[in-house]
């Protein structure tokens, strides 16, 4: 069984969220590099933006187990984090910076945000919007983020953007939009401009195994993995000898790839899954003149 929506994440929170990252980083049945490397590659990207937040009222959109937010706190920021799961809030109140009052959580859905117009400095969504399959809910959750967004503010997205849309058969919620509806999403309605874009993640080596994947449909590695974790189903003995092997060379891969994701990222950012978009709002006189 597919579980979607609410249902998906309340269960991802219960089972792996005491794990922190894991619950919201790639899939929290992943072996080995996987999490980690995902991990690793948002927070290079994210680095000097995340370290220009003293002061600011910080809203973390999707803020699941409280990873940035906690990490927001750290530097000095107003952070408040909302998240379509109870149980994700929960682990998330017992994060440092919630804990000590820095970070304020509570449970709300992106496209309708319980906060008045132009009340935050810096609004965050690292791979939530990917998440809302419904095009209109994605939608109505981008004119929500750049509501709540200060004149001059800023909105910063991380999210899956391949150069063209393409179906996917992940057996949890995701949308692989292409870079150009991300953009026109954002800026069809003169209200907030692109400031930056970046790659995220080249994958040079081991996106030819998510290729085999996808073109296999799953008979290489189950595509319903995840959802068997989660409803404890048990796997069978050649299940699991299939999935370590796969695995061990997805590490491999990884362990390749990674410097070329580093040096590589912003000079091809086109060929890279995910992309960092950074916008900012526009006041009335900015949209005036446009």
């Given at each position: 069984?597919?579980?979607?929506?609410?249902?998906?994440?309340?269960?991802?929170?219960e089972?792996f969220?005491?794990?922190g990252?894991?619950?919201?980083?790639?899939?929290?049945?992943?072996l080995?590099?996987?999490n980690?490397?995902?991990?690793?590659?948002?927070?290079?990207?994210?680095?000097?933006i995340?370290?220009?937040c003293?002061g600011?009222?910080?809203?973390?959109?999707?803020?699941g187990v409280g990873?940035?937010s906690?990490r927001?706190?750290?530097t000095?920021?107003?952070?408040?984090?909302i998240?379509?799961?109870?149980?994700?809030?929960?682990?998330?109140?017992?994060?440092p910076?919630?804990?000590?009052?820095?970070?304020?959580?509570?449970?709300?859905?992106?496209?309708?945000?319980?906060?008045?117009?132009?009340v935050f400095?810096?609004?965050?969504?690292?791979?939530?919007?990917q998440?809302?399959?419904?095009?209109?809910?994605?939608r109505?959750?981008?004119?929500?983020?750049?509501?709540?967004?200060?004149?001059?503010?800023?909105?910063?997205i991380?999210?899956?953007?391949?150069?063209?849309?393409?179906?996917t058969?992940?057996?949890?919620?995701?949308?692989?939009r292409?870079t150009?509806?991300?953009?026109?999403?954002?800026?069809?309605?003169s209200?907030a401009k692109l400031?930056?874009i970046?790659?995220?993640?080249?994958?040079?080596?081991?996106?030819?195994l998510?290729?085999?994947?996808?073109?296999?449909?799953?008979?290489?590695?189950?595509?319903?993995?995840?959802?068997?974790?989660?409803?404890?189903?048990?796997?069978?003995i050649k299940f699991r000898?299939?999935?370590?092997?796969w695995?061990?060379l997805?590490?491999?891969?990884?362990?390749?790839?990674?410097p070329?994701?580093?040096?590589?990222?912003?000079?091809l950012?086109?060929?890279?899954?995910h992309?960092?978009?950074?916008?900012?709002?526009?006041?009335?006189?900015?949209?005036?003149?446009?």
């Open positions: 069984m597919v579980y979607k929506g609410k249902d998906f994440w309340e269960r991802t929170a089972k969220g005491k794990s990252y894991r619950a919201v980083v790639g899939a929290p049945t992943s080995g590099l996987v980690w490397y995902a991990d690793f590659l948002q927070k290079t990207a994210l680095k000097s995340l370290n220009n003293k600011a009222r910080v809203l973390d959109v999707g803020c990873r940035w906690s927001l706190s750290e000095g920021a107003d952070v408040v984090g998240d379509i799961s109870d149980n994700m809030i929960k682990e998330a109140g017992r994060r910076g919630a804990q000590d009052g820095e970070a304020k959580f509570l449970v709300s859905i992106a496209a309708k945000l319980p906060f008045g117009d132009s400095d810096r609004v965050f969504s690292i791979t939530v919007l998440h809302i399959v419904d095009d209109e809910e994605w109505r959750s981008i004119l929500e983020l750049i509501r709540v967004t200060k004149s001059g503010g800023k909105i910063v991380l999210e899956i953007s391949p150069p063209e849309r393409r179906a058969d992940l057996d949890f919620p995701t949308a692989f292409s150009d509806e991300w953009l026109a999403a954002f800026t069809e309605r209200e400031e930056q970046e790659g995220v993640d080249l994958s040079i080596f081991n996106r030819p998510d290729i085999i994947l996808q073109k296999t449909k799953g008979r290489i590695l189950s595509s319903t993995e995840y959802s068997r974790q989660l409803s404890n189903e048990t796997m069978s000898a299939l999935k370590m092997t695995y061990i997805l590490n491999m891969a990884i362990l390749l790839s990674l070329l994701d580093l040096m590589l990222r912003n000079r950012p086109k060929y890279c899954l992309k960092l978009f950074i916008f900012r709002k526009l006041s009335l006189e900015d949209t005036d003149q446009t």
